[in-house]
Every structure is written in structure tokens, then in C-alpha cells.
């Protein structure tokens, strides 16, 4: 057999392994959710112990845990998935940035700043360099502005994913973005930044 094919099936043999590891967690979790609701339904009747439905509503939390444990066993860690839900994305086809599935409400400015950090990443953009792209050589604004505009959307971004710095600061060069912290980055030659024009 090729080494290509026998790669690709150990690949579809992995595949399988934990998508039956899913199923056995997902099968735990609706039990577990069938026997809370079998108790709610008791707690609901005419003979029911008031202090049922009570008890059942100060564990709601530790339910919701032990479904979201069982749904998480056999896949990735829950460290990994906060990295991958607190990553910040351009989706391309929307022509906005998210961290996870949060959209990022940036003003246009904001916008342009990260479309120029998300293009040259992992260099870093000057701030000459993006005042020049926002103002085109005119002076509606001093380059001070610009450093208004990063420290805005650093906040946003931070807000968005519960603390993360995805900007830093090159001393000397500018500012870039942390690929270590991004997702979906574009292709060399693509451009997040004209892709936002086409759609102005």
C-alpha cells in the first residue's frame, strides 16, 4: 500500500475512533438529561415532594456541568477549546472580524486599523503607515489619532474574548497582531483590507 494510503487510513481510522467516543459521550449526556427530566416530572405531580423541584433548581448549574463534562470527554481539552473559541477570525463573507462566535462592533476606523494588522500579519504596521492608509496623505486628523484607534480596538478585542491582548507593540515599528491568537488567516495575496473596500 502507498505511504499516501496508509496514512490516510490510519487518519480515517482515528476519525472513527473518537466520533464513537462522541457517541458513547453524547449517549451519557441524553440519559443523564432523561433521568433529571423523569425527576422534574415527578416534582411536577400531585404527590410529589415540594422539595424536589427545589432541590433539582439549586443543582441546575451542576447538571448543566456534568452534560457539558460528558459532551467533552474524548474530545479536546477544555483548554483547547477556549483557545479555539477565543481566537479572533475575519469572516470574509460577512466582512467583520469575530472572537469565536462574539461579532467585534468596531467603527469604520477601527475596522481599517485591524484590516491592515490582519494583512501584514505577523509584521508589524507603523503608525505612519496607517495614517497614511486612513487619510491618504491629508491631514484630517494627527498621527496621535491613530494611537486612539488602536488603544480602542485593543479594549474591544480584550472585551470580546474575556481578557486577551491580541495587539502588540513593536517598540520602534509599530503594532502587530498575535497569529498565535488568530484564526483563518488569509492567503499571501489575499486582502482582508480590499475585500472591505469591494463591499464599501
Known sequence: MPAGSDSL???LRDCEARLIESR???DDALDLVRRAGEL????SGPDAAPGIEAMLDSHREELV??????LESGTKTRDTRAEYFNSLVYREDENQYRVGRRQVGLTESEKHVL?????AMPQPVSRRNIHQALYAGSEQATIGTIDV????LRQKLKLASGGRDFIQSVRGQGWALKPEYCRNRPAQGDSAVEAGRQRA
Request: net charge neutral.
Open 9 to 11: 487510513a490510519r487518519l
Open 65 to 70: 456541568g456534568m452534560v457539558l463534562s460528558a
Open 149 to 152: 484607534f488602536v488603544s480602542n
Open 115 to 119: 484590516d491592515l494588522l490582519w494583512q
Open 40 to 43: 422534574a416530572q415527578e416534582a
Open 24 to 26: 458513547r459521550s453524547v
